[in-house]
């Protein structure tokens, strides 16, 4: 299995010469001082890595087939905010088109475990490496079964192709809420239990 380093070092080195190709130095992430973070889909056909850098920057790389191929950076840093809930959100993603739903991003200091909860009783729990956390489950969300029908029935820059993707997110943030989340300290007790993602996210 490719290793979180090589798979960071591969889309760091991709973003950095496509960027650079395109004049877009402006937006260039530091070649240097990256860690990877948790990771999903580790040799999936489509996975994610977690990653921040010594000078406060994060990113989330996108993995294909095992290969680090992009590195979406945050060059200003996120600053967490974990007023209500031991963990702040880089990304979610809801379950269509048979891909898992997933929840990334960073724990509070006094969490040491995630766990992402189905209506149906499935767990997961999540990968969490230097304060980072990635997890996914596979989960039946009902109203994006057929999100795929739904926006080609309709051209994509049509006004209806729009409202189409737009009720689709909407669709997704409901089915996303119904996940639930269970955070607990190293101690075992129980810091969090509830939504997945709130309106902030």
């Not at 950076?73 to 996120?78: A, F, Q, S």
């Not at 739904?150 to 729009?162: I, K, T, V, Y």
Request: proline share 4%; with cysteine.
């Amino acid at each position: 299995m490719t290793s979180p380093a090589a798979q960071l070092e591969s889309a760091l080195a991709t973003t950095i010469e496509e960027k650079t190709a395109r004049g877009s130095t402006d937006q260039l992430p530091s070649a240097q001082g990256w860690h990877p973070g948790a990771r999903i889909g580790a040799t999936a056909e489509r996975g994610a890595l977690l990653a921040h850098n010594d000078d406060g920057s994060t990113g989330i790389c996108n993995l294909e087939n095992g290969s680090g191929t992009w590195l979406n950076p945050h060059l200003e840093g996120r600053e967490p905010d974990f007023t209500h809930r031991p963990y702040s959100v880089w990304r979610w993603m809801a379950a269509y088109n048979g891909r898992p739903a997933c929840l990334m991003g960073r724990l509070a200091p006094e969490a040491a475990r995630l766990e992402l909860r189905a209506n149906d009783g499935t767990v997961a729990e999540a990968d969490i490496v230097d304060g980072t956390f990635a997890a996914e489950i596979a989960v039946d969300m009902v109203s994006l079964r057929h999100a795929r029908e739904r926006l080609e029935a309709h051209e994509a820059d049509s006004p209806e192709g729009r409202a189409e993707f737009e009720r689709l997110l909407a669709d997704s943030r409901t089915e996303m809420t119904k996940v639930k989340v269970r955070v607990y300290d190293s101690a075992g007790t129980l810091l969090y239990d509830g939504a997945a993602i709130d309106a902030t996210d």
